[in-house]
Every structure is written in structure tokens, then in C-alpha cells.
């Protein structure tokens, strides 16, 4: 299988659905043909456009589901698959000369026209094919060149691109009738290892940092397991679960089972009502390269969480592997989050697979989160921009709550002069599109909704324009007596209290008796957003105004996530009525707390001199 092999257990519904692509494609009974009743179905994703998976039965890989953005899901067959079907495929197949055999199956060449005998007459460009010999048997599989009708025409060129060959044979692979209770029971031996080895981590983790824990739950199976593993390691740790205000139902639901399953004490802290949909007019919809959601509805409560519940700092146990993502990938197993530094982070499944992952559970009679069974590899935000297209469909189908945020997408298109591809191609999900979607879409036909995509940049300036602030400085600096002098503007009028409380950050603020002007670190920032900056040189002058400027920004548009708030040891950081507010006898203008902070890092514009 394709590494990493990060594979999973094909649930019933997975299972239903692949069969029904290959009827769709083959025929009725093809897809009972290759995944017979009672057969143990592994599932490894893989990189694609969208969303790919191999399909493996009997430690086989048969072939693999895949996702084309624009048509829907597809079944890509392999060798195994297509012996299955060979003889009752009645589309999708092609009949080819014997005489082409040779030269497919030793020289890897492709299916030329004049070698066709007969094609399933509704083949069209693009399908998949399985190639037959006159006796029907399978010894090539690829993708139609030509249609049908256009290869029996006998003309020159490629019929099918040939993907998979080998020599003809009859159908000899029969999958073995079993169940997960006989894999649990051959594998007992591998998961109790894990076991062992994570319970042991666990407990040394615990000596080791002396702090209060909990276990961080989100309803998924990577946390699942992390919390079981601490109940067999001997802890009854609370859960603290993070409420997004973009959960399930069905996970919101999941989480208070669970907790009253094992008579742990439940932490919920959650997200304030308007932290995404209010955020929406200021940051725009989020994307997979811009997450904004993250810091103001998961990060943001998590560390008011901390605060709350665990002042002196928190050692949580988390469901991370390394198998997820790339960037997981590189994390150590005990690592400290930088947007909430009163935390440890430690993972006793770092080094787990996704099946170690379900055999554990599935070991211990555990029903997971349902939205699994329903086809999810992952649970997390009803309206994830990391989400597939495939996954949103999924989600669209079983989930009330997905129709409001369509109804804003649409809305949100039509405002900016989109069409409705702009949503439905799921061109929401980036700032900037991938090259690799980019050409899906040219070769779809798509340019329009490219062009509209692109000039999302402009649409975003005229955004940052209109709503955000932008500080603009005057080119040059100007000699004066203490060395130079360069003078600014914001594109507001600024909220002076909030900006002079701010800008405590950074240094110490003297106010104008007619509350008109204030300075800090030698610049002078006016009500109206003008600025006038003096340093020894243009260096200095730079860094003091970009100091001031990133200050200003925050008091200007904080989105009262709190992230900040943990990043402060004197408890000079407050919330006051959803923005940040700064308790100057107790600040030390260290400047520790300016970032990370979502208002900087993606409702920003850097000035420009």
C-alpha cells in the first residue's frame, strides 16, 4: 500500500458505498464480486486532488475509491478487482486482440484503437476500463482515450491508457470470510504491546511534571484512545472538551456519554455565540492557508479554560499522531504549544497507526463518535476548510446546521460577483488556490471560476480597505534634532482609549491633558490616526512604528479570543465586554503578549513607506 498506511476499518457505510460505485461502473454484482459478505475491508488514504483511498482485501490492495472534483467518486481497478469482475462486467470493459497482450503486459505500452475488438458501447472518455481477452479474462486495467462508439470505429491512436497489466488468468483470489473479533484476537498480542508501552509513558509523564491533568477531548478516535490509555494507565484525569460553537450535534452528544460512561468530571469551555459568524464580516470566510477559526474558537477558550480551571499550568494528555499531517509528523511526543504556554502537551499515541488506533477500541467495546459510520475519517468543525469535497458532501447530506453556512457562502459570492461554482467546486477553502487545482479546473473547463478565484486579492484589499486598518507612511524621513522624523496615517479614527490602553504593550504611554494626542517610544499617535515617529535613525524609526502600528491594530480590531491573556505571568491582561484590556500598574511593557494574536496574524496589512 502507498505509505505512510495510515489505514482504517472500511465501516458498513463505507462499504455500501464502494459497492455501489462499482456497480455503477461495472454492472450489478461487480461490486459484490469484489467485496463479498462477511470480508474484513481496510481503507489507506492516499494524496489526491480531493480524496483518495485504496481498498484492500485479504492483505491486497484491489483497487481504490477516489474523489474528482466536478464528478464525484469513481472506482480506479486494480488487477485483483478486475479478475473478479471479468466475467460479468457488462461496462466499463473492452475486448482486445490476443495479439496485444504481449505488449501490454511485458513492454507496459498502451491499448491502441486498432486493437480493440469490442468496447461497452456507453464507455465514455475518462472511465475506467477493464481490458478482456476474447475469453474474458482481465489482463489490463486504465482509462478510456476514446469513447466507445470512437474505438470501434477502428481508427488510429490510444483506445486505453494502461494503468495496471498482467498475464491473463482466471480468477483464483477468493477473500476470506471473517471478523473483527478473529482480527482482534490475532493482533492481541501487537495492541496489548502499545498498550503497555502508552500506559507506561503516561505514568512517567505524570511523575516527571508534577502539574494538574486532563485529558483534551474532541470526540474523535485518536482522543477516544488517549483517554481510554489513561484509565488503563490507573487515572481518572478530567476531560476538558472545547466547545468551537461549530461541533456536531451528534459529537456535543458523544462527549457527555462518554464522560458519564466512566464517571469522570466534564471541563466545557466554550466559544463565545458570535466568535465565528461575528468574525465573519472582519476576516472573510476561513481557508485551509487561512485559519483564523482556529485561534478564535479553539485556541481562544482553550486558553481561558486553562486559566480558569488550571492557573498554575496544565499537563494534557492529547490524542496526536504523527501519521496525520506532516507538521505532526515533526512534533515531539511532549511538546509546549506556543499559543497557550501554560500547557504540556504529551501524546501516548504518537507513534500509532490509525488502525492500531481502532483495534484498541474496538478491543476495549467502545462505540465511536457515529459520524464515522457515516463515512468521516475525522471528526472535527461541521464547516472545516481543510475538509474534502467529498467529506462536506457527507457532511451536507447528514447535518442540519451545514445549510446556514452554505446560505452565507452563496450569500458571500453573490456580494463579491461569484458564481455559485465558487461554493459548489469548494473554492471557499483557499486564499490562494493550489497549481494542482488550478489545472483541474482549467481541464474541467473552469476558467471562470478561476478568474473570479484570483480576484479574490483585489477583493480582499478592498476589504482591508474598507473595514481593516491599514497604518500608510510618507516616503522619507526628514532630519530633526534628534536625528529623523517620518510622519503617518492610519485610514480611521482611531478609539484613543482603547489605543492608549494598548500601547502599554510596548512602553510607557503619556497621555495629551486634552486626551487629543499620546506618545510612546518616541511616537506621537493623534485621535484622528496620524502619527509622527522621531528615532536616531530610519532603522529605529521602522521597528518603533511597527511596534505601535501592530498595538494599535489590536485595540482596534481584537476579536476577544484571549489568546494573549496566557501569554502574560504578571495578570495584566483582561477581557473586558469581548475585547482586551490592559491593567497598567500591573503591565511591564515587555511586549510578550502582541503575538500570536488572530488580528494581526490574518485580518493584518503591513505598512508601507
Known amino acids: ?25 461495472f454492472g450489478l454484482g461487480s461490486g459484490k464480486r469484489i467485496i463479498p459478505e462477511e470480508t474484513i475491508v481496510l481503507l489507506n488514504k492516499v494524496p489526491a486532488l480531493d480524496r483518495m ?48 497482450v504481449e505488449s501490454i503486459v511485458e513492454n507496459h505500452a498502451n491499448l491502441m484503437a486498432p486493437g480493440v475488438l469490442e468496447a461497452a458501447e456507453e464507455l465514455q472518455v475518462g472511465d475506467e476500463v477493464v481490458v478482456l481477452t476474447k475469453d474474458r479474462l482481465a489482463f489490463a486495467t486504465g482509462t478510456a482515450r476514446m469513447s466507445g462508439k470512437e474505438m470501434m470505429k477502428k481508427g488510429r491512436g490510444v483506445a486505453v491508457k494502461v494503468r495496471w497489466a498482467d ?12 471478523n473483527w473479533s478473529e482480527v482482534l484476537k490475532a493482533n492481541e498480542t501487537v495492541i496489548s504491546r502499545r498498550v503497555n508501552e502508552a500506559t507506561r509513558f503516561i505514568r512517567e509523564v505524570v511523575e516527571k511534571n ?42 456535543i452528544h458523544y462527549v457527555l456519554e462518554i464522560a458519564k460512561k466512566y464517571d469522570l468530571k466534564l471541563i466545557i469551555e466554550k466559544a463565545d455565540e458570535n466568535a465565528f459568524y461575528g468574525h465573519l464580516e472582519f476576516f472573510g470566510p476561513p481557508g485551509r492557508d487561512y485559519r483564523w477559526c482556529c485561534k478564535t474558537n479553539k485556541l481562544g477558550p482553550t486558553v481561558k479554560a486553562i486559566t480558569k480551571y488550571f492557573p498554575q499550568g496544565l499537563l494534557s494528555f492529547i490524542g496526536q499522531r504523527r501519521y496525520e499531517s506532516e507538521s505532526r509528523a515533526e ?43 457515516r463515512g468521516l475519517d475525522r471528526i472535527g468543525c461541521y464547516l472545516c476548510p481543510a475538509s474534502d ?4 458532501e457527507i457532511v451536507e447530506r447528514n447535518c442540519e446546521l451545514y445549510k446556514k453556512w452554505k446560505d452565507y457562502l452563496y450569500d458571500y459570492a453573490s456580494k463579491k460577483g461569484f458564481d455559485t461554482d465558487w461554493v459548489d467546486l469548494g473554492l471557499w477553502r483557499w486564499k490562494r488556490i493550489p497549481q494542482s487545482i488550478v489545472d483541474e479546473l482549467k481541464r474541467l473547463g473552469k476558467e471562470d471560476a478561476l478568474r473570479q478565484q484570483h480576484d479574490t486579492d483585489e477583493a480582499e484589499q ?15 524621513y526628514s532630519p530633526c534634532i534628534k536625528g529623523y522624523s517620518a510622519e503617518g496615517i492610519f485610514n480611521k479614527t482611531l ?36 502619527i509622527i515617529a522621531k528615532g536616531k535613525s530610519p532603522d529605529e524609526i521602522k521597528e518603533n512604528v511597527e511596534r505601535v502600528r501592530q498595538a494599535v491594530v489590536k485595540a482596534m480590531e481584537c476579536v476577544g479570543c484571549g489568546v494573549c491573556i496566557a501569554r502574560c505571568n504578571k495578570g495584566a491582561l483582561m477581557l473586558e465586554q469581548g475585547h482586551i484590556r490592559i491593567l497598567p500598574d500591573r503591565c511591564i511593557h515587555c511586549g510578550d503578549c502582541i503575538e500570536p494574536c488572530p488580528a494581526l496574524s490574518f485580518g493584518d496589512s503591513a505598512f508601507e513607506f
Open 389 to 392: 469535497l467529498s467529506e462536506l
Open 1 to 25: 500500500m502507498t505509505p505512510p498506511g495510515d489505514v482504517r476499518p472500511a465501516f458498513p457505510s463505507d462499504i455500501k458505498k464502494i459497492v455501489e460505485i462499482v456497480d455503477k461502473q
Open 495 to 530: 478609539d484613543f482609549v482603547a489605543v492608549c490602553n494598548l500601547l502599554n504593550i510596548i512602553g510607557k504611554v503619556d497621555i495629551d491633558s486634552e486626551g487629543n494626542f499620546c506618545r510612546v517610544n518616541d511616537v506621537i499617535v493623534m485621535k484622528e490616526g496620524a
Open 462 to 476: 478592498l476589504r482591508t480597505t474598507q473595514r481593516g486598518l491599514t497604518l500608510i507612511m510618507q516616503e522619507g
Open 331 to 373: 512534533k515531539d511526543r511532549i511538546w509546549r504549544n506556543p499559543w497557550t504556554p501554560r500547557q504540556i502537551g504529551a501524546s501516548p499515541i504518537q507513534d500509532w497507526t490509525a488502525l492500531h488506533v481502532w483495534l484498541y477500541i474496538f478491543s476495549k467495546g467502545e462505540r465511536p463518535n457515529p459520524w464515522y459510520e
Open 53 to 100: 483511498d485504496e481498498v484492500i482485501i485479504n492483505g491486497e490492495v484491489v483497487g481504490a475509491i477516489r474523489y474528482d472534483i466536478g464528478k464525484g467518486w469513481r472506482f480506479l481497478v486494480r488487477m485483483p478487482a478486475a479478475r473478479a469482475i471479468s466475467d460479468i462486467a457488462e461496462g466499463g470493459f473492452v475486448i482486445a486482440d490476443n495479439g496485444t
Open 167 to 178: 498475464k491473463p488468468r482466471e480468477n483464483s483470489s477468493q477473500a476470506k470470510k471473517t
Open 210 to 251: 508534577r502539574l494538574p491533568c486532563a485529558v483534551s477531548f474532541s470526540g474523535g478516535k485518536d482522543s477516544l484512545a488517549c483517554l481510554l490509555l489513561t484509565i488503563d494507565a490507573g487515572f481518572r484525569f478530567p476531560i476538558l472538551f472545547i466547545d468551537t460553537g461549530l461541533e456536531f450535534e451528534e459529537t
